[in-house]
Every structure is written in structure tokens, then in C-alpha cells.
């Protein structure tokens, strides 16, 4: 059968599609360079890695591997329960929270649906919508020259909200921009948003927010039923090899998503690891306590370089580069992975992570060596 014919054969959600494009791996580059000496601040990993406390408990359960997972992640959950102060029945595991996303279309999306999202929002929700068959409906993001240009405008957003409407994306903060919408800005959108519309308030970078108007979505969770919060340890808590993420939402809401979760998802290891990583708070703050250290580092390169970014709150930073494709290209034989915005519709613009102070300053030193030729 010709390739045509295959591709005909998909459901029709599938067929436009193109794959997310994940920022490039290490051992890529080491493949088509040959050099040894890359560093990736592509993937807003935790340049600390994981707690020590990790690693311990991996090393540990190596030898269990054999054995299927708690299926329904008793122990995760019940930390999980602990520390958001909510019921089990509210809490949802997933591979990741792209897993949680799928869970979410799967659920509530399909043909004749529509689902709502920003100009420039994580891309993960316009492909799991689109493969569900539902109609994506996309709202300007703030203007350029705005306080919060490239933000999520939660007013556009609500503005095509229609009967047809079942789900509503909003990330916050936002990955690739780095902005925010504030706690009253949300409330006011929750407030208004009709009772049988479902809400997704991806958190997946709320540990490095501190910015004083920004309210975390837990307590929001409690207050609006239609409320789906997703977290994720693959950010801060550094496992993002893992695959670990997890929802608070109400108790039928969940019930809901774990009845089209297939079984053992997240793995052994995972479940375990997220158990340490939750209870090493002194982690938690040293990786936000380098996050801020190498923010400001990264600012003030960008202005001596002289080049815009958007401000962030997040473990990013997106900067205009001019040329985002070539930049990247030549910062990629300098051995430092970035991440390219053109699937964003920013093709002037690259994602660069925060890195260790050592990795920052590399970049800065690529960066500087590149932009000078
Ligand atoms: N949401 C946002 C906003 C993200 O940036 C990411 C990771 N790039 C995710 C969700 C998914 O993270 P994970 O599947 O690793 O939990």
C-alpha cells in the first residue's frame, strides 16, 4: 500500500499533525559532531539533577524492576494528598503530564468539540485536541508593546468560548514565553467561564514563580469544580527522565481520567522517586535558589549583549536573536543545545534554560563569540 493510502487511513485529527519537537538530545550531537564537551539548556531539566535522596531510592529498587507497579499509586498519592491538603480521591498519576493532557482529550474532546488555547501556548495541547478530533480554536496572545506581550490573554480566550466549547488550556506560567496571568486575573476568568467547561491550569513551572501576584492553583482547585490543576516533577524536581506528573481536580473529574488510564502508569521507579523528591524540601530550595542566581546572570548578559528577552518567570528565558534557526545552528557547534521557537511561530527567538553558573557563562561566551560574526 502507497504511503498516501496509510495516511489516508488515519482518523482525520491524526493526519495534519506534525510530531512535537523535543529539544535535541546530548547524545545526538555528540553522534553528528563527534565532540564530547555539550551542554543542553534545552529542556528546562534541573541543571542540580535530582535530590541525592533520588538516587538512593533508585538504586535501591533496581533490583524490583521485575515486579509491576503499585497500579494505582497508593503511596505517591497519599504524599501527594498530604501535601496539597486534599483527598486522594482528587489526585490522578500520569507519565508525565503529557500523559495527564492525553487523559484529558481522551475524556472530554472528540468531533463536533472544541478546545481553547493561547497563540504560543506548550504545544502539547493543540496535538492532543487536534488527534482527539476536536476543532482547535486559538486566541491572540498580548500584543507586542503590552506589559505582558506573548502572555495567555484570558479575555480573548474566554471571548471564544462557544457551546461547543469542552476545554480550556491555560499554562502558568506559559512554556516558551515565560509569563504569567496573576492569581486575580485567573479568578476572574474561573468566575466567568460557564460551569461545564472544563478548565486545565498546567502548572508544570509554578515552583520558580515568585512573583508576589501570582497565586498557585492549588487552593483554586478547591474553590471551582470544573478546575483540572496538572503538576509535574519533571521540572524542579528534577525527574524528568522518569516521567512523573499528576492532576487535582474533583473527585468525579478523576474518576474519569483514571477509567481511560491504562494500569502501572507511572512506573516503579518513578512512583518511588517521586516519594523522595517530594520530601527533599532543602532541595527544592537550593534548585530554586540557583534558578534566581542564574536569572539574574542571564538578564544581565542579554542587556550587555543587547538583546530582548521576554521577561520570565520560569527556569527560561526567551531572547530575540534575530536569526533564531542560524543562531542555533552555529550555538550548536559550539557544543550548547538551545531551543529553536520557529514550531512556534517565533522564528527570531530562542529558548535558552537556565543552566549551573559554569553552564551559563559558557553560553554567554558562545552567545557572544556567535553574535560577533
Ligand atoms: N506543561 C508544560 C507547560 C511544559 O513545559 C511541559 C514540559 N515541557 C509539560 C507540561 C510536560 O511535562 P512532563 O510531561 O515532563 O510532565
Redesign the pocket.
Known sequence: MSDKRFIDLAVEGVRDLAPYQAGKPISELQRELGIDDIIKLA??ENPLGPSPKVIEVVKQLADDVGLYPDGNGFDLKRRLAEFHELPLQQITLGS????I?ELIARVFLGEGRSAIISQYA?A?YAIVSKAAGATLRVANAFPEGHEKAYGHDLDAMFALIDETTRVVFI?NP??PTGTYASGQELKAFMDRVPKDVVVVL?E??TEYVDAEDYTDGSELVKQYDNLIL?R????AYGL?GL?V?YALSNPVITDLLNRVRLAFNPNLLAQAAAVAALADREHMERTVALNREGMQQMQAAYEALGLKYIPSVCNFITVDVGDGKAVFDALLAQGVITRPLAPYGMPKHLRISIGTHEENQRLITALRKVLAR
Open positions: 529542556s528546562n508525565g503530564s503529557d500523559h493532557l506548550f502539547i499554562a506559559n512554556n498546567d508544570a513551572y496538572l509535574t516533577f519533571s521540572k524528568a516521567r506528573g
